[in-house]
C-alpha cells in the first residue's frame, strides 16, 4: 500500500524553500456518548473527548481550578481572582474557540521561522504564535509576538459579555464550584474522562434511551453559557455515567 500524501505548506528561508508536512483534519462524528458537562452529544474526531464544545470544557475546567485554589487556600490571591474574573468573562461571552486555533508544531516552527524568532510588534524575541483576526490558521494570519505582546493584544481583544449577561453566569458559576460534593464528576479534582468514556459504555439501556429522548427535545436547543453553567439536566442521573461510586472529594 503506498503511503497517504500529505499537503504541504512551502515556507522560504534564507535557504530556500522549505516544505513543510501538514496533516489533515479528520472529519468530526458523533461519538454516542452525552457531553459530561451539559449532556449534548460529544461529535468529535478525537475518540477521548468528552465534552461537546469549547464551551463545556471551560466550565468544567474552571469548576476543577476553582476547587483546586480552594484546597489550596489560595482564592483570596489577587492574580487567582483576576485569572477566575477573566474566565468567567469569557464564559458569559460564548467561550474562547481553543479547538479552532490549535496548530500543529509544523505551522508553529513555519511562523517562527519566517519572522525569525522575533516578536512582530517590538521585536523582542517571540514565545507565542498568535492569530491576527479571527481562528484562520493560514500563515498570513498568524504571527509571532512575545509573552508581553501577547497578553496586551489578549486582554485588549478578550470577548466580555454585557454585564446583564455576566450575572446570568457568573452567580450560578460560583455557586457551582463552591458545592459539596461537587454537583457532577466533571467539577471533581479527581475526575477522569477515561471514567466518563468507560461508564458511557456500560450505562443502562434505559437511562440511554432517556438520554435520546432527551436529545431529540429540549437537548436540541442552542448551547448557550447559562445553560452550560447549569450543567447536566438533573434527570438523566449525571452519577450513572461515571465509572465511579459516586460523588467524593
Known sequence: M?????????????DGPMPLP?????????????????????VSAAHQTTYCSD????VAGMMRYHRKQEQKGTLRRHDIRDYLKDEAARIAGGGYPRRARR??????????????????LCGQPGQEVDHIVD????????QLLCLDCHHAKTAALMVVAAEAEQELVLRPLKVRAMEH????????????HWGWIKGA??????????????LAGPGKDQLEPAVAVRGFPEGLRVWAWYAAAGPFE
Open 201 to 214: 459504555k456500560a450505562v443502562e439501556p434505559e437511562l440511554e434511551q432517556a438520554w435520546r429522548l432527551w
Open 135 to 142: 481562528s484562520s490558521s493560514s500563515l498570513e494570519n498568524l
Open 55 to 58: 464551551l463545556c470544557s471551560q
Open 2 to 14: 503506498s503511503p497517504r500524501a500529505h499537503p504541504t505548506i512551502t515556507v522560504t528561508s534564507h
Open 103 to 120: 496548530l500543529s508544531p509544523n505551522v508553529r516552527a513555519a511562523v517562527i521561522q519566517r519572522d525569525d524568532g522575533r516578536c512582530r
Open 22 to 42: 501538514e496533516r489533515e483534519p479528520r472529519d468530526a462524528h458523533p461519538l454516542d456518548r452525552p457531553c459530561a458537562n451539559c449532556a449534548r452529544m460529544v
Open 181 to 192: 460534593p461537587p454537583r457532577q464528576p466533571s467539577d471533581m479534582l479527581a475526575w477522569s
